[in-house]
Nanobody, 117 residues
Framework: VQLQASGGGLVQAGGSLKLSCKAS???????????VKWSRQSPGQQRDLVAR???????HYADSVEGRFTVSRDNTRRTVYLQMNSLEPEDTAVYYC?????????WGQGTQVTVSS
């Protein structure tokens, strides 16, 4: 299984980006039951949780992104998305996805998001 995060880039404040995290090689039953976390890390800062999706439970969002970010998933494509709206310079960071499954935990490489003021 490999996780591939993509969709980062440079955007102006107030803009939007949609990040993708594709779980290649993950069977459907594992993917659909996985807890998925999006986190982010700025230079010199600790990695912070942005959102956590657990099947059958409400998605948890960090206070700083509540109402602006939305997690969704496409089981057919084995892909989880993070829609980010009303971006702020403070959202600049490397964004990571990781999966917690009954078969193990998986981490992806990050994708850089830069928001200019």
């Amino acid at each position: 299984v490999q996780l591939q995060a993509s969709g980062g880039g440079l955007v102006q404040a107030g803009g939007s980006l949609k990040l993708s995290c594709k779980a290649s090689g993950m069977i459907l039953s594992v993917f659909s039951s996985a807890t998925v976390k999006w986190s982010r890390q700025s230079p010199g800062q600790q990695r912070d949780l942005v959102a956590r999706f657990t099947p059958g439970d409400a998605t948890h969002y960090a206070d700083s992104v509540e109402g602006r970010f939305t997690v969704s998933r496409d089981n057919t494509r084995r892909t989880v998305y993070l829609q980010m709206n009303s971006l702020e310079p403070e959202d600049t960071a490397v964004y990571y996805c990781d999966f917690e499954t009954y078969g193990g935990n998986y981490w992806g490489q990050g994708t850089q998001v830069t928001v200019s003021s």
